[in-house]
């Protein structure tokens, strides 16, 4: 079977989507909007005016990507936004693209060192100079963007309309794999900042209960869009609800415990903390936030 569009592939979660949106763009303008997006729909369709349709990876119709055979499938061309640290996926993927398939790396390895916007080749493994000593920073969303050139693709950063208000929005949650500011220090935020009168709302996720009664769960995200709609600042430990917040336009007050903030923060305005650097306790979160309100006041 031989497919007329374009197949891009992403497998990340919902903070690496919201990082990629100016790839997702930069790619749109470039193909007329002739793509079909293939990974976990319910983050790819928070994107979906990108894309000419979303497939789900969790369709068993999949599944040939991933075993040992080569489908006998081809593509116009496919590209694949992600990991991929042995090229095995890029070998095989790469034979059912009959034009030459596109590889962006998702984020920079901490190693990772690129002078100026220099890649010898898209895809290829060495593609960045490894030397940590002299490592210069990109953000996520700068790092792919900097590869579209060697495709021969402008890069169009998307912009992020500001939509900060009054309004404060805590985000506790658990920490699974990553290490997270206790939950229970964002729900005593919430009560001193209600305690001085600040309009302060709680998003539970998923697997938290809080003793906040007025607390709010959406369990799809398009309602979660929804809800940020009014705007305001959101407080989080580093999560893929900040990294939507700020691309919904929130101001952004993100603690970081395991990664580097300069690489991985919300795209949009934001404060951005570094756990073992900054100052990180209640007093000092309850004055940045109010300092947010100011500023936005002003």
């Given at each position: 079977m031989h497919h007329d569009e374009i197949l891009l592939i992403h497998l990340g979660g919902l903070g690496d989507m919201c990082l990629s949106e100016s790839t997702f763009f930069s790619f749109s303008a470039h193909f007329n909007g002739n793509i079909v997006a293939l990974g976990y729909a319910r983050f790819l369709r928070l994107l979906r005016g990108y894309f000419k349709r979303i497939e789900r990876i969790e369709s068993a119709r999949w599944l040939p990507l991933f075993s040992q055979y080569t489908p006998d499938v081809t593509w116009e061309r496919i590209m694949f936004i992600g990991k991929d640290r042995e090229g095995a996926l890029r070998e095989k993927w790469g034979r059912m693209s009959r034009e030459p398939m596109i590889f962006i790396e998702m984020y920079p390895e901490e190693r990772f060192t690129v002078h100026g916007s220099q890649f010898t080749e898209i895809g290829d493994k060495k593609s960045a100079i490894r030397n940590p000593?002299?490592?210069?920073?990109?953000?996520?969303?700068?790092?792919?963007?900097?590869?579209?050139?060697?495709?021969?693709?402008?890069?169009?950063?998307?912009?992020v309309t500001p939509n900060i208000s009054g309004r404060v929005i805590l985000y506790p949650e658990k920490g699974f794999k990553k290490e997270k500011w206790h939950y229970e220090n964002l729900v005593r935020l919430y009560h001193s900042l209600k305690s001085k009168g600040v309009d302060v709302h709680m998003l539970k996720s998923m697997e938290l209960e809080t003793d906040v009664k007025e607390a709010v769960f959406f369990e799809e995200l398009t309602d979660v869009v929804d809800f940020f709609k009014d705007g305001g600042i959101f407080v989080s430990n580093d999560s893929g609800m900040a990294h939507l917040a700020g691309t919904c336009g929130l101001h952004t007050i993100t603690i970081f415990n395991d990664f580097d903030p300069d690489i991985w923060h919300?795209?949009?305005?934001?404060?951005?903390?570094?756990?073992g650097k900054d100052i990180i306790d209640i007093p000092s979160m309850e004055i940045k936030v109010l300092e947010a309100i100011g500023n936005n006041a002003r």
């Open positions: 000593q002299s490592a210069t920073k990109y953000h996520v969303e700068d790092f792919q963007l900097m590869q579209l050139a060697q495709c021969g693709i402008e890069a169009k950063k998307k912009k919300p795209r949009g305005s934001g404060t951005w903390l570094r756990s």
